[in-house]
């Protein structure tokens, strides 16, 4: 009795183990149900060519490169690098389906995910002994290869697509199906902020100007009409006679009076020569 238990639980061991084999096996089709679920579509009151150009114009808004733009078929792409050796890449694609009045938009997004891979070429040479020779010199080649490629299944990711996609909608369109506004913060979108305003430095107070004494108004005379005699006739003007030349005094002259008596002069110092003969 005691050696029966383990057993039990050995084979119900097994058997889960199987049971979880199998479901690994199962190929991934399997899963695929098929079940209406709205995620990869939306009905807009609109025509196809409209809502198509709103789907175009919401992926732009979104930096999407457009590579394909009919009236009712839209395809874009855009770039993502997560590190220096992976690259991701989404494709979206839409489809605009008339529906009479309305239109159905079908939108699938495509996850494509790249690796880098780097090749090592190595250079041969060729001896005619002994053949071809690999040598090490050589140069490497780096490129990006693609590892994995999945549908985006996000129902968030699609919500935030179509509800982008009915912000783009004609107006008319939109106030005929009472469609409200959603704020753009909501939908991923930017909104412009208004530049912040420079404050502006407080006004001194100015000093008061004095009062100036104001002179009292003098009185008018009263107004009356009386005769303007005319002005009198100016003399004549007469040129200003030129002074008269001033006379020089003339030098004044030394009169030298002889003495009265001229036995009163010195005697001479000197002997005084004698007077040349006039008959020599």
Same mark, same amino acid.
């Given at each position: ?197 420079? !404050?502006?430095? %407080? =006004?001194?107070? @100015?000093? $008061?100007? /004095?009062?100036? #004494?104001? +002179?009292? *108004? &003098? ?11 005319? !002005?009198?006739? %100016? =003399?004549?003007? @007469?040129? $200003?006679? /030129?002074?008269? #030349?001033? +006379?020089? *005094? &003339? ?22 020569? /004698? ?6």
């Amino acid at each position: 009795m005691l050696n029966s238990i383990p057993v039990r639980f050995i084979g119900l061991a097994l058997l889960l183990t199987a049971a979880a084999g199998c479901s690994k096996d199962k190929p991934i089709y399997e899963h695929e149900n098929f079940d209406d679920s709205g995620t990869f579509s939306r009905n807009y009151p609109v025509t196809d060519t409209a809502s198509c150009e709103a789907a175009r114009r919401a992926l732009l808004s979104q930096g999407y490169i457009i590579t394909s733009s009919d009236p009712k078929l839209v395809s874009g792409h855009k770039s993502f690098q997560q590190t220096g050796e992976t690259h991701l890449e989404i494709s979206f694609n839409v489809v605009c389906a008339d529906d009479g009045h309305h239109a159905t938009v079908f939108a699938n997004a495509l996850q494509d995910r790249y690796a880098l891979k780097k090749t090592n070429n190595s250079a041969s040479l060729g001896v005619g002994v002994l053949g071809s020779v690999s040598m090490p010199i050589g140069s490497s080649d780096d490129s990006m290869v693609k590892v994995a490629s999945e549908t985006v299944s996000s129902q968030k990711f699609y919500e935030r697509f179509f509800a982008l996609v009915e912000m783009f909608l004609p107006a008319d369109a939109k106030k005929a199906a009472h469609i409200e506004e959603k704020p753009k913060a909501d939908l991923g979108v930017p909104e412009a902020k208004p530049a912040p305003l420079a !404050p502006t430095p %407080a =006004a001194e107070p @100015t000093p $008061a100007p /004095a009062a100036e #004494p104001t +002179a009292a *108004p &003098a009185e008018s005379a009263p107004l009356s009409s009386e005769p303007v005699a005319p !002005p009198a006739d %100016a =003399a004549p003007i @007469t040129p $200003a006679a /030129a002074p008269a #030349p001033v +006379a020089e *005094p &003339a030098p004044a002259t030394e009169i030298i009076t002889p003495p009265a008596n001229p036995t009163d002069l010195p005697p001479p110092s000197e002997p005084i020569p /004698a007077m040349p003969a006039s008959g020599q």
